[in-house]
């Protein structure tokens, strides 16, 4: 069987959680916890999450080519790279994401600390607050308190992911990797206090969410905690 070593909160890691669950592949999860390159080297053999195992024991991380992997280790499931997607979409939907990385993360360091396993770990949440705020440069309490800033200089891109699913139904007509992208990426935003995002994008990251059989929101109970 397959195991993925993952952080529940890590839009990563949700990235591959997607892809396992559309293809429908049976795996064992081993929930990590946030505590430095050190730590997650000691279980996984890698300095960064998500890891897979392999029936074999060989081991593999970087979200994107664990999923080229699976399309490659088994082939009777449904593709997300080639019969899925075209290049030209695929990088196009990349373009995309790269355009909002700063504006997004900004947007959810502050929400990610909703999930357990990191919001209610003190140590994971030292060394979360340290690499995130040295990243981003702001505290997360200051990041909270300017999102609807961020969130207004990212809305036209939003907008335009949301007309594109709204249209297809995903990013193109047939669930693909770069779906898998788009929701484990931006499912943060779900969490943001006070901002509603599009129904068409809500209701996209429902279809996707149903097409894997796979929730990405934290325990409804710890949803609206403050980091």
């Known amino acids: ?29 081993t929930p990590a916890r946030f505590y430095g390159p050190e730590h997650f080297c000691s ?27 699976l399309d490659r280790r088994f082939p009777a499931t449904p593709p997300l790279h080639l019969g899925a ?15 909002i990385s700063g504006m ?20 994971a949440m030292r060394y979360y607050r340290k690499r995130m705020e040295g990243w981003l ?30 249209r297809h139904g995903f990013y193109t007509p047939v669930l693909s990797v770069a779906d898998t992208l788009i929701t484990g990426d931006l499912t943060g935003l779900r969490l943001l206090e006070g901002i509603t995002l599009p129904p068409e994008l809500n209701a996209y990251f429902a279809r996707v969410e149903a097409a894997a059989g796979i929730s990405l929101l934290p325990d409804p109970l710890l949803q609206g905690q403050n980091p």
Do not use: N
């Open 43 to 69: 279980i996984s053999g890698f300095e960064r999450l998500p890891v897979i195992v392999y029936p074999d024991g060989s081991r593999q991380s970087e979200s994107l080519e664990i999923i080229a992997e």
């Open 104 to 123: 997004l993360f900004r947007l959810i360091a502050p929400t990610l600390p909703q999930y357990p396993g990191l919001g209610d770990d003190p140590r």
């Open 137 to 166: 440069g702001d505290t997360l309490e200051g990041l909270q308190a300017r999102r609807h800033l961020w969130y207004a200089s990212m809305e036209a891109d939003l907008h335009e992911i949301t007309d594109r699913v709204a």
């Open 85 to 99: 997607i075209a290049a030209a979409d695929l990088e196009a939907a990349m373009a995309w994401r790269a355009r």
């Open 1 to 29: 069987m397959l195991t993925l070593i993952h952080f529940d909160f890590c839009p990563f890691c949700q990235r591959v959680r997607l892809a396992l669950g559309y293809k429908k592949l049976p795996f064992a999860e």
